[in-house]
């Protein structure tokens, strides 16, 4: 499973006792923040896109909305999320579980602006009932992302 992956990553930076698992699921920004009694825009969504040449998450707050505008001009090319069938295969996480941490190889991680309001966020860790607990500065080491882009509506 995908939460072991993260978990074994983790155990790396001696954090994975800090990841929260739930008997309910934490798969949407609502649910992710019943579950862990916080607001919904603490809660760190990442969404899955193909670009013509790549794979990218991007991280954004749980109240936040990809821009269109902002999107194409940042990556030169309109927004396309990757099918819900084929986000396990190319991300290495189910829908509602996808995070930044621990994925295949050849994906590459953004954070969105709109995640630096806050000073802990919460994003999954790889199944649809997991959650940790991170400073910004964490999310960033953690994450290994390239840079932070502003893409996003809140």
């Known amino acids: 499973m995908a939460i072991d992956k993260v978990k074994e990553y983790f155990k790396k930076y001696n954090i994975d006792n800090?990841?929260?698992?739930?008997?309910?699921?934490?798969?949407?920004?609502s649910e992710a923040a019943m579950a862990l009694n916080t607001e919904e825009k603490r809660i760190a969504k990442t969404l899955s896109f193909k670009t013509k040449e790549n794979i990218i998450l991007v991280v954004l707050a749980?109240?936040?909305k990809?821009?269109?505008?902002k999107y194409k001009n940042t990556f030169h090319e309109k927004a396309h999320m990757i099918p819900f069938d084929e986000v396990n295969e190319l991300i290495g996480h189910p829908?509602?579980?996808v995070c930044p941490f621990a994925v295949n190889e050849n994906v590459i991680v953004y954070l969105d602006e709109s995640l630096k309001r806050f000073e802990t966020v919460f994003p999954a860790c790889g199944s649809p009932s997991s959650a940790i607990e991170l400073t910004i500065e964490e999310l960033e080491k953690y994450s290994n992302y390239v840079k932070w882009v502003d893409i996003s509506t809140y």
Do not use: C
């Open 66 to 69: 990809i821009s269109n505008s």
């Open 95 to 97: 829908v509602g579980g």
């Open 62 to 64: 749980g109240d936040a």
């Open 18 to 29: 800090r990841i929260k698992e739930f008997d309910v699921s934490s798969a949407t920004v």
